[in-house]
């Protein structure tokens, strides 16, 4: 453990870190333990949040919805799927709110634990063939504990972050937030996969519950590491100078419209992108052209690795060159890559579709590494928690958690062509191009506002 702090002292987060003139305000022992933190507790909600959608993708249509045909089954799950992105907003609209008034890590411990609670107790549901219609109900509700916890965490991580970094190294800072998305989603698919090479009878009976029960164990470790960290010195300082505001979410509302709707836009490509290459891709995959499971999970094994690398580059990027112009060409990179991927995953070759995931991730890491600075430094600190998490989590359900259950209608409409999925990303990164165009540049905005 001390050779983990001493690691933590002498990173390069520390550096550019003054100390405060108000004794009141807490000092961190470096930004690096702060930015770790973050990230491992990011990491064990996404793997939560992450686990839902590789089963929703693979096997809740059997287990919850088996009086309907297939395809109509894999809509219901994907519908269950987007119940936790509905509910991301009204996360991000609880927890920014009390981030803002009491604080950044009490909120962290709360999501932490909401999810890994939430997510246990899916893997000890019964199926419909044990309860009926209550299986499916309940799956239903936890999912939206899920999105509570979710739409909550995510601006309480990146914050921390943000708030105790170096101003020329912001976006850095947050993107190793960012970073535990991949890391996230390449533990829930790896886990997921090991047990799915179970035999099925096996799988369909316990296999699928145990990666979920497992998440209770990384929440306990998340926890630990969490309570650990102190509080962002500059919420410190508003406290200290008693300039919170009253209602945060009426008053970013009020004060900041303008940049809580291109937030939102700035999402559409980036979140819409993501889950169409990392989830509706299990489904089109296996039960369009017949591709092994094993293979499609690969491929999503393979590009989580290489964003995990990528996010932090476009992040540290961003810093020298602004926010905008890297999301902007991330989003570019996405549309003009829509047909490109579907052309390659019809080869129905593992190379062919580990490639079109891989690629297709890169447009989403150049979108994504600068993000979490970027929505920071849109709002001032009294709201900054409201204000992120609102743009944010907004975005969500009509981006990312309609996109597979859109593009499985969209499937079933044209036959199942692929071409009016890659129109419909490239319709959405147009929203992204226009909003990123008209915000404003933030990598040099002053965080004490």
């Given at each position: 453990m001390r050779g983990g702090l001493e690691?933590?002292?002498?990173?390069?987060?520390?550096?550019?870190?003054?100390?405060?003139?108000?004794?009141?305000?807490?000092?961190?022992?470096?930004?690096?333990?702060?930015?770790?933190?973050?990230?491992?507790?990011?990491?064990?909600e996404w793997y939560d949040f992450f686990l839902y959608?590789?089963?929703?993708?693979?096997?809740?249509?059997?287990?919850?919805?088996?009086?309907?045909?297939?395809?109509?089954?894999?809509?219901?799950?994907?519908?269950?799927?987007?119940?936790?992105?509905?509910?991301?907003?009204l996360g991000g609209i609880?927890?920014?709110?009390?981030?803002?008034?009491?604080?950044?890590?009490?909120?962290?411990?709360?999501?932490?634990m909401l999810m890994g609670v939430a997510t246990f107790l899916i893997g000890l549901l019964p199926t419909y063939e044990q309860a009926g219609v209550l299986a499916p109900v309940l799956l239903v509700t936890l999912r939206f504990v899920q999105g509570l916890g979710v739409g909550g965490e995510w601006g309480g991580a990146v914050l921390m972050a943000v708030e105790h970094g170096a101003a020329g190294k912001r976006g850095l800072h947050a993107s190793w937030v960012q970073a535990g998305v991949p890391i996230g989603l390449l533990l829930a698919t790896a886990v997921?996969?090991?047990?799915?090479?179970?035999?099925?009878?096996?799988?369909?009976?316990?296999?699928?519950?145990?990666?979920?029960?497992?998440?209770?164990?990384?929440?306990?470790?998340?926890?630990?590491?969490?309570?650990?960290?102190?509080?962002?010195?500059?919420?410190?300082?508003?406290?200290?100078?008693?300039?919170?505001?009253?209602?945060?979410?009426?008053e970013v509302v009020r004060r900041h419209p303008r940049n809580v709707l291109l937030a939102m836009g700035a999402r559409f490509a980036e979140n819409t992108s993501f889950y169409l290459f990392t989830v509706f891709v299990l489904t089109?995959?296996?039960?369009?052209?017949?591709?092994?499971?094993?293979?499609?999970?690969?491929?999503?094994?393979?590009?989580?690795?290489?964003?995990?690398?990528?996010?932090?580059?476009?992040?540290?990027?961003?810093?020298?060159?602004?926010?905008?112009?890297?999301?902007?060409?991330?989003?570019?990179?996405?549309?003009?890559?829509?047909?490109?991927?579907?052309?390659l995953v019809d080869l129905k070759s593992p190379a062919g579709i580990w490639t079109a995931i891989v690629i297709g991730l890169v447009g989403h890491s150049a979108m994504y590494g600068p993000q979490a600075a970027f929505f920071s430094e849109l709002f001032g600190t009294n709201v900054r928690y409201s204000g992120a998490s609102l743009g944010y989590q907004l975005a969500s359900?009509?981006?990312?958690?309609?996109?597979?259950?859109?593009?499985?209608?969209?499937?079933?409409?044209?036959?199942?062509?692929?071409?009016?999925?890659?129109?419909?990303?490239?319709?959405?990164?147009?929203?992204?191009?226009?909003?990123?165009?008209l915000a404003e540049e933030t990598h040099r905005a002053d965080l004490q506002r």
């Open positions: 690691f933590c002292r002498a990173s390069p987060f520390t550096r550019g870190i003054s100390a405060s003139p108000d004794s009141s305000v807490p000092q961190p022992t470096s930004v690096g333990r702060v930015v770790l933190a973050s990230f491992i507790g990011t990491t064990i959608g590789t089963a929703a993708a693979l096997v809740f249509d059997r287990l919850f919805f088996p009086t309907v045909d297939p395809l109509a089954g894999t809509m219901a799950a994907f519908a269950t799927y987007a119940v936790g992105f509905f509910a991301r907003p609880i927890f920014g709110h009390f981030g803002d008034k009491l604080g950044r890590k009490s909120m962290l411990v709360t999501t932490l997921f996969n090991l047990f799915s090479a179970l035999p099925e009878k096996d799988f369909l009976a316990w296999g699928w519950r145990v990666p979920f029960l497992l998440g209770i164990l990384l929440t306990a470790v998340g926890l630990f590491i969490r309570l650990a960290i102190v509080e962002s010195p500059v919420f410190a300082q508003m406290k200290a100078s008693h300039s919170e505001a009253r209602l945060p979410i009426l089109y995959a296996t039960k369009q052209l017949g591709v092994a499971k094993a293979d499609v999970l690969s491929g999503v094994l393979l590009a989580s690795a290489v964003q995990f690398f990528l996010i932090p580059l476009f992040g540290a990027l961003s810093d020298r060159v602004g926010r905008r112009p890297v999301y902007l060409g991330g989003a570019v990179f996405t549309a003009l890559f829509a047909f490109p991927f579907f052309w359900p009509f981006a990312g958690g309609l996109a597979p259950l859109i593009a499985t209608a969209l499937l079933q409409w044209s036959g199942g062509q692929p071409w009016p999925v890659a129109a419909y990303l490239v319709g959405m990164t147009l929203i992204t191009v226009l909003s990123v165009w």
